[in-house]
């Protein structure tokens, strides 16, 4: 990779066809975002790196621009140094997440759940070259496993402030993660969860109405918590510009004191 590439940052990805790319195609969007300008010259190497590695063994699930920019001001902004997240993947959101915990001070701030083992094991792999091994920890296990709150709690030392659910898309598991984290979560702690929209409801494989359905039924059945579903009504790609760019939605649940 040369100097010059490098300084480009993302600006570079407005080139590819890649789907993964596609928000940096967007009208208006020639600038590095935040989430990326604020790396070290170093850090944005390495997620180069993991962007060109992930992209020739197709270990693409990430989530995008417009969901990590809302997460990197909201933790950043509120000085969020605890953690959970329901759902790994190849490693995107831990390493983007413990490069911003790392410049914030925290250690054993980010406790990631995944249940496919070889994504454990890439993604471990690429936080260690990454130097986060101390700040991040990815746990081989379900995310609705009785066990997973109490080792995360030992892990972080208190209840999470932040609990970022992008898991199956299952209506019938965000259910459960929702009603099982919401429990976990420190008292005036935030659960987001991505995947809300009409438009991501079609990622759920059981067709029982995904992340949506779980998140309106949870929000009925706890109207006294605050709640707030970005994007809902989006069905397609082809939202009107002035709508959000998260086409996928996300929803955000603030724990009453
Ligand atoms: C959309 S990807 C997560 C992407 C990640 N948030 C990022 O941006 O890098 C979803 C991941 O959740 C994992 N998953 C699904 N159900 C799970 C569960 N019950 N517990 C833990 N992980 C789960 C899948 O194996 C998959 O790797």
Same mark, same amino acid.
Request: proline content about 4%; glycine content about 8%; aromatic content about 12%.
């Given at each position: 990779?040369?100097?010059?590439?490098?300084?480009?940052?993302?600006?570079?990805?407005?080139?590819?066809? *890649?789907?993964? %790319?596609?928000?940096?195609?967007?009208?208006?969007?020639?600038?590095?975002?935040?989430?990326? +300008?604020?790396?070290? *010259?170093?850090?944005?190497?390495?997620?180069?790196?993991?962007?060109?590695?992930?992209? !020739?063994?197709?270990?693409? &699930?990430?989530?995008?621009?417009?969901?990590?920019?809302?997460?990197?001001?909201?933790?950043?902004?509120?000085?969020?140094?605890?953690?959970?997240?329901?759902?790994?993947?190849?490693? =995107?959101?831990?390493?983007?997440?413990? %490069?911003?915990?790392?410049?914030?001070?925290? !250690?054993?701030?980010? %406790?990631?759940?995944?249940?496919? *083992?070889?994504?454990?094991?890439?993604?471990?792999?690429?936080?260690?070259?990454? &130097?986060?091994?101390?700040?991040?920890?990815? *746990?081989?296990?379900?995310?609705?496993?009785?066990?997973? #709150?109490?080792?995360? !709690?030992? =892990?972080?030392?208190?209840?999470?402030?932040?609990?970022?659910?992008?898991?199956?898309?299952? /209506?019938?598991?965000?259910?459960?993660?929702?009603? /099982?984290?919401?429990?976990?979560?420190?008292?005036? &702690?935030?659960?987001?969860?991505?995947?809300?929209?009409?438009?991501? +409801?079609?990622?759920?494989?059981?067709?029982?109405?995904?992340?949506?359905?779980? %998140?309106?039924?949870?929000?009925?059945?706890?109207? #006294?918590?605050?709640?707030?579903?970005?994007?809902?009504?989006?069905?397609?790609?082809?939202?009107?510009?002035?709508?959000?760019?998260?086409?996928?939605?996300?929803?955000?649940?603030?724990?009453?004191?």
């Amino acid at each position: 990779m040369n100097d010059s590439e490098n300084k480009k940052r993302s600006l570079a990805f407005s080139a590819s066809e *890649e789907p993964r %790319f596609w928000w940096h195609r967007l009208p208006g969007s020639n600038y590095v975002p935040p989430i990326y +300008a604020f790396l070290s *010259e170093d850090e944005w190497q390495l997620m180069r790196e993991w962007y060109a590695q992930t992209s !020739r063994e197709n270990l693409i &699930g990430e989530c995008a621009v417009p969901l990590m920019s809302f997460l990197q001001g909201f933790i950043m902004g509120n000085i969020i140094h605890r953690i959970v997240q329901l759902g790994t993947h190849s490693g =995107y959101s831990a390493l983007l997440l413990g %490069f911003y915990l790392h410049k914030m001070g925290a !250690r054993r701030g980010l %406790f990631s759940l995944e249940i496919d *083992e070889s994504f454990c094991h890439y993604a471990r792999s690429w936080l260690k070259r990454a &130097g986060l091994s101390n700040v991040v920890q990815v *746990e081989h296990r379900s995310s609705l496993d009785p066990l997973s #709150g109490t080792l995360a !709690r030992e =892990y972080l030392g208190e209840a999470p402030e932040l609990v970022f659910i992008d898991s199956s898309h299952e /209506y019938g598991s965000t259910r459960d993660e929702l009603d /099982y984290w919401y429990r976990e979560l420190a008292p005036g &702690g935030t659960i987001v969860l991505h995947d809300t929209s009409e438009f991501a +409801a079609d990622f759920d494989v059981t067709k029982q109405g995904g992340v949506r359905r779980a %998140f309106d039924e949870w929000r009925g059945r706890n109207p #006294g918590v605050e709640s707030f579903s970005f994007n809902k009504d989006v069905r397609s790609m082809d939202a009107p510009p002035s709508a959000g760019k998260d086409f996928c939605g996300f929803g955000l649940i603030r724990k009453s004191l």
